[in-house]
């Protein structure tokens, strides 16, 4: 199947300004093409992988990726799908939101060109490079005055905002769509870039980008936009009851980003196969049929949940994540990292404790019981422990007179409790 066709299949396909156009010109040879990626925080997040691996898939096929981050856009703030006005970053904020996307960026692209077969690589670009030289003045003459307001005011982008009495628009998020539009104009120019993907919020402003490239240009460009990535229930994927999932490791554990995928649903999770991963049509298939004759074994997600922890965070935090989760569900400890470890501190209820109680002949159980919360009460505890419920570093304690001490400490400052199943709690020895 041609690229366009297995963006359909794996339901990447949303809108474009001309599909028999656009497929008779990826029919003819390698394309440049382009998205961009406003620094609205320091990381990028799952929401921005859809786009980003749009641009590596082209990649792969032989097409030429350009990934932009939005320096000068970034300053601004897109109204698209915002209910609300963004507050403006500081240039400080921005600079720094800048270098780390970039790197994230620079991730899932290939750069070097010696690793490409069709000798394509990525280029990574700034809009702030074209735009921030340029006068006020300057862009209303060479941008402002090939739009009318009135085409503005009928994306929808706009137009969702301005219905909003209480709230409105702002001229300077108003003025966003010219500032896209003049990216693609720029790159259209400079590098030969003929299409420019992206969610389907980002049809206005795409399209202001093609409109002022046939003005100014007399030439083509086009666009073509995926469906926002959502749930089976219509919601947005991407948000945790926590917040936001991050590609940062440091913002979001690769064990939480393991388990975001574990526990999608089977409504889910083929369509994240199919738009996420990499993974082939006949794999996503097989695991289609797999996951309709043992849903309960949960294949899909294991294999949602590896690629998507392999591709952003490599194969050792893949391996660590997966080992996390093997604790969590009562496995053994032998051999385990703290760094391992401290993901499962971060997951459950953690409490402190004074390393002089446990020294010498230490604690009873039943007072750790008490002091970690897995026990209202002394004689709870006890009555926990004889029914064999209690387990210390994952090994069940059937002794009620068992005391703990220093020597039951991981890493000399932690101690694992669980209760039945899945109800665990962890002492922070200080």
Same mark, same amino acid.
Not at 22 to 46: E, I, K, M
Not at 115 to 122: E, V
Not at 400 to 423: E, P, Q
């Given at each position: 199947?041609?690229?366009?066709?297995?963006?359909?299949?794996?339901?990447?396909?949303?809108?474009?300004?001309?599909?028999?156009?656009?497929?008779?010109?990826?029919?003819?040879?390698?394309?440049?093409?382009?998205?961009?990626?406003?620094?609205?925080?320091?990381?990028?997040?799952?929401?921005?992988?859809?786009?980003?691996?749009?641009?590596?898939?082209?990649?792969?096929?032989?097409?030429?990726?350009?990934?932009?981050?939005?320096?000068?856009?970034?300053?601004?703030?897109?109204?698209?799908?915002?209910?609300?006005?963004?507050?403006?970053?500081?240039?400080?904020?921005?600079?720094?939101?800048?270098?780390?996307?970039?790197?994230?960026?620079?991730?899932?692209?290939?750069?070097?060109?010696?690793?490409?077969?069709?000798?394509?690589?990525?280029?990574?670009?700034?809009?702030?490079?074209?735009?921030?030289?340029?006068?006020?003045?300057?862009?209303?003459?060479?941008?402002?005055?090939?739009?009318?307001?009135?085409?503005?005011?009928?994306?929808?982008?706009?137009?969702?905002?301005?219905?909003?009495?209480?709230?409105?628009?702002?001229?300077?998020?108003?003025?966003?769509?010219?500032?896209?539009?003049?990216?693609?104009?720029?790159?259209?120019?400079?590098?030969?870039?003929?299409?420019?993907?992206?969610?389907?919020?980002?049809?206005?402003?795409?399209?202001?980008?093609?409109?002022?490239?046939?003005?100014?240009?007399?030439?083509?460009?086009?666009?073509?936009?995926?469906?926002?990535?959502?749930?089976?229930?219509?919601?947005?994927?991407?948000?945790?009851?926590?917040?936001?999932?991050?590609?940062?490791?440091?913002?979001?554990?690769?064990?939480?980003?393991?388990?975001?995928?574990?526990?999608?649903?089977?409504?889910?999770?083929?369509?994240?196969?199919?738009?996420?991963?990499?993974?082939?049509?006949?794999?996503?298939?097989?695991?289609?049929?797999?996951?309709?004759?043992?849903?309960?074994?949960?294949?899909?997600?294991?294999?949602?949940?590896?690629?998507?922890? %392999?591709? *952003? @965070?490599?194969?050792? #935090?893949?391996?660590?994540? &997966?080992?996390?989760?093997? +604790?969590?569900? =009562? $496995?053994?400890?032998?051999?385990?990292?703290?760094?391992?470890?401290?993901?499962?501190?971060?997951?459950?209820?953690?409490?402190?404790?004074?390393?002089?109680?446990?020294?010498?002949?230490?604690?009873?159980?039943?007072? %750790?019981? *008490? @002091?970690?919360?897995? #026990?209202?009460?002394?004689? &709870?505890?006890?009555?926990? +422990?004889?029914? =064999? $419920?209690?387990?210390?570093?994952?090994?069940?304690?059937?002794?009620?007179?068992?005391?703990?001490?220093?020597?039951?400490?991981?890493?000399?400052?932690?101690?694992?409790?669980?209760?039945?199943?899945?109800?665990?709690? %962890?002492?922070?020895?200080?």
């Amino acid at each position: 199947m041609t690229l366009l066709e297995e963006l359909q299949w794996r339901g990447l396909y949303a809108d474009c300004t001309d599909a028999d156009a656009l497929a008779q010109r990826l029919n003819d040879g390698p394309v440049a093409l382009y998205c961009g990626f406003d620094p609205t925080a320091d990381s990028l997040h799952v929401g921005n992988l859809v786009p980003l691996f749009a641009l590596r898939r082209f990649q792969l096929a032989g097409h030429h990726p350009i990934a932009l981050a939005g320096g000068a856009t970034g300053m601004v703030g897109d109204p698209s799908g915002k209910s609300a006005e963004r507050n403006l970053q500081t240039p400080a904020q921005v600079d720094h939101n800048i270098a780390s996307v970039q790197q994230q960026l620079a991730t899932f692209l290939e750069f070097d060109a010696a690793k490409t077969p069709a000798n394509n690589p990525a280029r990574l670009v700034n809009n702030a490079d074209w735009t921030a030289p340029m006068s006020y003045l300057d862009f209303l003459r060479e941008v402002g005055k090939f739009f009318t307001v009135n085409w503005m005011v009928a994306k929808e982008s706009v137009r969702a905002r301005m219905e909003d009495r209480e709230n409105g628009i702002s001229y300077t998020e108003f003025s966003y769509m010219l500032l896209q539009a003049f990216d693609f104009y720029y790159l259209r120019k400079n590098l030969n870039c003929e299409l420019q993907v992206g969610a389907t919020d980002q049809w206005g402003n795409i399209t202001a980008g093609t409109e002022l490239i046939r003005k100014k240009l007399n030439e083509t460009g086009y666009g073509l936009v995926f469906p926002l990535l959502t749930k089976s229930d219509g919601t947005k994927y991407g948000k945790t009851a926590t917040g936001t999932v991050w590609l940062d490791p440091k913002r979001t554990s690769p064990y939480r980003f393991y388990q975001f995928f574990m526990q999608a649903e089977d409504a889910d999770v083929v369509k994240l196969l199919k738009v996420l991963t990499f993974l082939t049509p006949a794999e996503i298939t097989a695991l289609e049929t797999e996951l309709k004759a043992n849903p309960g074994a949960r294949a899909a997600q294991k294999a949602l949940a590896r690629a998507m922890t %392999v591709t *952003v @965070h490599g194969e050792a #935090a893949f391996a660590d994540a &997966q080992r996390a989760s093997e +604790i969590m569900f =009562g $496995g053994g400890l032998d051999g385990v990292s703290e760094t391992v470890f401290r993901d499962v501190v971060g997951e459950v209820p953690t409490k402190e404790l004074e390393r002089a109680k446990l020294e010498g002949a230490g604690l009873s159980l039943s007072d %750790v019981l *008490v @002091h970690s919360g897995l #026990a209202p009460s002394k004689g &709870q505890a006890r009555k926990d +422990i004889e029914g =064999g $419920g209690i387990y210390v570093n994952n090994v069940r304690a059937n002794e009620v007179a068992r005391h703990i001490s220093t020597s039951d400490l991981l890493f000399d400052r932690y101690l694992l409790l669980r209760k039945g199943k899945r109800t665990y709690a %962890v002492l922070n020895v200080i």
